[in-house]
T-cell receptor
Framework: DAGVIQSPRHEVTEMGQEVTLRCKPI?????LFWYRQTMMRGLELLIY????????DSGMPEDRFSAKMPNASFSTLKIQPSEPRDSAVYFC????????????FGEGSRLTVL | AQSVSQHNHHVILSEAASLELGCNYS??????LFWYVQYPGQHLQLLLK??????LVKGIKGFEAEFIKSKFSFNLRKPSVQWSDTAEYFC??????????FGAGTRLTVKP
């Protein structure tokens, strides 16, 4: 299996622009997690899905952030409009049976908002 | 609120030195505990995990961790570090089913 695949690996954009990050989980995994990593706040859970349904989005910073999982093999995290404080590395992770087991992480998407 | 604390932000050691990274959590119920490692430029990988049973857990690459319930701690140890252990180490706790919370991470630098 190719593992969790994220795109783009790097994104540089200007404040106010829309940003879409993409994730393809490992086939057969029924949970998908979005995390954000910054120097100041470490690794924060933003939202997670079970069988494509959002279960907990309490970590989403504000309404500018939205996430979807239209099918079992694809998820997006969208920021509109983006702001410089959104600059971070965004990780997607998937697992089978939730996070009581092992989370498999993607390589991350490094976002820089100028 | 559930939280995970890692005491050291940055640890610098020489090769062959012993390592202990602290991790404490604030949740009184049943927990599952994890250590993940992130090598430079790479994604997070599972190092070891504890669900139940023997509180001393052995993981990959010679790492081990001890769960001390009375202290709400799950410290990571390695008797002799190598230069290749240079990485960031994250403690994580799962206490409410599928909500995995991570500590802020500890950056380990091993000098050759």
């Amino acid at each position: 299996d190719a593992g969790v695949i994220q795109s783009p690996r790097h994104e540089v954009t200007e404040m106010g622009q829309e940003v879409t990050l993409r994730c393809k989980p490992i086939s057969g995994h029924d949970y998908l997690f979005w995390y954000r990593q910054t120097m100041m706040r470490g690794l924060e859970l933003l939202i997670y899905f079970n069988n494509n349904v959002p279960i907990d989005d309490s970590g989403m910073p504000e309404d500018r952030f939205s996430a979807k999982m239209p099918n079992a093999s694809f998820s997006t995290l969208k920021i509109q409009p983006s702001e410089p404080r959104d600059s971070a590395v965004y990780f997607c992770a998937s697992s089978f049976g939730g996070s009581t087991g092992e989370l498999f992480f993607g390589e991350g998407s490094r976002l820089t908002v100028l | 609120a559930q939280s995970v604390s890692q005491h050291n932000h940055h640890v610098i050691l020489s090769e062959a030195a012993s390592l202990e990274l602290g991790c404490n959590y604030s949740y009184g119920g049943t927990v599952n505990l994890f250590w993940y490692v992130q090598y430079p430029g790479q994604h997070l990988q599972l190092l070891l995990k504890y669900f139940s049973g023997d509180p001393l857990v052995k993981g990959i690459k010679g790492f081990e961790a001890e769960f001390i319930k009375s202290k709400f701690s799950f410290n990571l140890r390695k008797p002799s570090v190598q230069w290749s252990d240079t990485a960031e180490y994250f403690c994580a706790v799962n206490a409410r089913g599928n909500d995995m919370r991570f500590g802020a991470g500890t950056r380990l630098t091993v000098k050759p």
